[in-house]
């Protein structure tokens, strides 16, 4: 098939193709620029992996949790796209995309991701989950200690594996563990693939109309939020 994938949520931009099984990537570290950087991002890997758009069959976009402003941004160019294109815009979930990255790896995946100072997305995925493409929607917010308790609580059953990016106030509870840590540096808009097939597969893709940022938090006037 041929698809276009979009991954904005923190720290990175990408876009890829996947045209005839071979991948093409482009990658900007002006995550924080994404309303000027993403759309040039996303023609130059069109033209890099000679695709036309008018070949697409369709776009994944990785739907958050993640930064407000970027998550915003990815979405509507993705959604102007399709819309153009009159293509099928399948949501990726961040969290189990970022866990199911890690394919060679047994027993239970904690991915984490950051929300704002001291405060955490997390959600852990079983691995034989991932691989047959099903998964939960339940993200949690918390702080480093409440990551560390349920590290521990997954430990007691299951080998485990917390994977994040920059992780720095984590890092010394986990070394405390003995839990194995993965940078997600790793993780991109090639990450998307995997699970994108599948949720196309099953015919779960969501009119445009239906195709919202995943926020997971809420944000209020005058700064406030919860």
Same mark, same amino acid.
């Given at each position: 098939m041929n698809i276009l994938a979009i991954e904005c949520t923190h720290e990175t931009l990408s876009a890829a193709v996947l045209k005839e099984g071979i991948v093409t990537e482009a990658v900007s570290v002006e995550w924080k620029r994404a309303a000027e950087s993403l759309v040039p991002l996303v023609e130059q890997v069109m033209t890099e992996g000679r695709l036309n758009r008018k070949e697409l069959e369709y776009i994944a976009i990785s739907s958050g949790p993640g930064s407000f402003t970027s998550l915003r941004i990815g979405m509507s160019v993705a959604k102007g796209m399709a819309y153009g294109l009159g293509i099928p815009l399948v949501p990726v979930p961040t969290m189990p995309a970022m866990a199911a990255s890690l394919r060679a790896v047994e027993g239970t995946v904690l991915a984490v991701i950051p929300a704002r100072k001291g405060e955490?997305?997390?959600g852990s995925y #079983?691995?034989?989950?991932?691989?047959?493409?099903?998964?939960?929607?339940?993200?949690?917010?918390?702080?480093?200690?409440?990551?560390? %308790?349920?590290?521990?609580?997954?430990?007691?059953? &299951?080998?485990?594996?917390?994977?994040? #990016? #920059?992780?720095?106030?984590?890092?010394?509870?986990?070394?405390? &563990?003995?839990?194995?840590?993965?940078?997600?540096?790793?993780? &991109?808009?090639?990450?998307?693939?995997?699970?994108?097939?599948?949720?196309?597969?099953?015919?779960? %893709?969501?009119?445009?109309?239906?195709? %919202?940022?995943?926020?997971?938090?809420?944000?209020h006037p005058f700064g406030e939020r919860e």
């Open positions: 955490y997305y997390y #079983r691995s034989a989950d991932l691989s047959s493409g099903v998964w939960h929607d339940e993200v949690q917010r918390g702080s480093a200690a409440d990551i560390a %308790t349920a590290v521990a609580d997954i430990a007691r059953n &299951s080998q485990s594996v917390v994977v994040g #990016r #920059r992780l720095i106030e984590l890092l010394p509870l986990l070394v405390a &563990s003995s839990t194995e840590y993965r940078e997600a540096d790793f993780f &991109s808009a090639r990450s998307l693939f995997f699970v994108a097939e599948k949720l196309f597969a099953r015919a779960d %893709t969501a009119g445009l109309n239906g195709v %919202t940022p995943d926020y997971r938090q809420m944000f």
